[in-house]
């Protein structure tokens, strides 16, 4: 079982940045392949960046250059940088921790899910 719970969201300007933050409770982090996803209103969520647990990351390719994830396994915490923020990465921000299996991050099943955290950009 893992716990995740984020922080780090807030209001931005454009053009600005924000670091997300996910910590995870669990002796067993270092094992899971974690990703970050968003949701923004009257809209799926989306999949945003992942991070396996030797630390090879895979981004869509409209976050690439802009977000960085990246996982401190002695601290049990999964990073988002973002930015260069736009006003259309306006969402609610979610880390999640998959047990891995066949296919990239974004084609992983993830078992555990934060509350997430509101990122909100304006113009």
């Known amino acids: 079982q893992v716990q995740l719970v984020e922080s780090g969201g807030g209001l931005v300007q454009a053009g600005g940045s924000l670091r997300l933050s996910c910590a995870a409770s669990?002796?067993?982090?270092?094992?899971?392949?974690m990703g970050w996803f968003r949701q923004a209103p009257g809209k799926e969520r989306e999949f945003v960046a992942g991070i396996s647990p030797g630390g090879s990351r895979y981004y869509v390719d409209s976050m690439k250059g802009r977000f960085t994830i990246s996982r401190d396994n002695a601290k049990n915490t999964v990073y988002l940088q973002m930015n260069s923020l736009k006003p259309e990465d306006t969402a609610a921000y979610y880390c999640?921790?998959?047990?891995?299996?066949?296919?990239?991050?974004?084609?992983?099943?993830?078992?555990?899910w934060g509350q997430g955290t509101q990122v909100t950009v304006s113009s």
């Open positions: 999640a921790a998959s047990n891995g299996g066949r296919g990239t991050p974004q084609q992983l099943k993830y078992d555990y």
């Open positions: 669990g002796r067993t982090f270092s094992s899971y392949v």
